[in-house]
């Protein structure tokens, strides 16, 4: 099993990224997809998921409206479009699959987000 985020870097306030994360070694479409966030000392916390199908996703409050989670199963990608990013958007950013009702849960390597002037 594998998750490999890329497209983090360095970004000015008010610029944009877009997060990828491929999956490979289990059946993607089965699993909800998210995006987790670490900065330095705190904990993880949940930025954006997707369910299986695609049909639903939710965000937290601080990204609301400026971030966008999509996925794609044909290419087991999900992305994470991040525009208008803040000072406070910098951490880590982790890719996370779980399937429902199963204990199956993956994460990936993660991917450093710094947005500063």
């Known amino acids: 099993v594998q998750l490999v985020e890329s497209g983090g870097g360095l970004v000015q306030p008010g610029g944009s990224l877009r997060l990828s994360c491929a999956a490979s070694?289990?059946?993607?479409?089965?699993?909800?997809m998210s995006w987790y966030r670490q900065a330095p000392g705190k904990e993880r916390e949940l930025v954006a998921g997707?369910?299986?199908?695609?049909?639903?996703?939710d965000y937290s409050t601080s990204v609301k409206g400026r971030f966008t989670l999509s996925r794609d199963n044909g290419k087991k990608t999900v992305y994470l479009q991040m525009n208008d990013l803040k000072p406070e958007d910098t951490a880590v950013y982790y890719c996370n699959a779980q399937r429902r009702a199963s204990a199956n849960n993956y994460w990936g390597q993660g991917t450093q987000v710094t947005v500063s002037s």
């Open positions: 997707v369910t299986s199908a695609g049909i639903s996703t």
């Open positions: 070694g289990f059946t993607f479409r089965l699993y909800d």
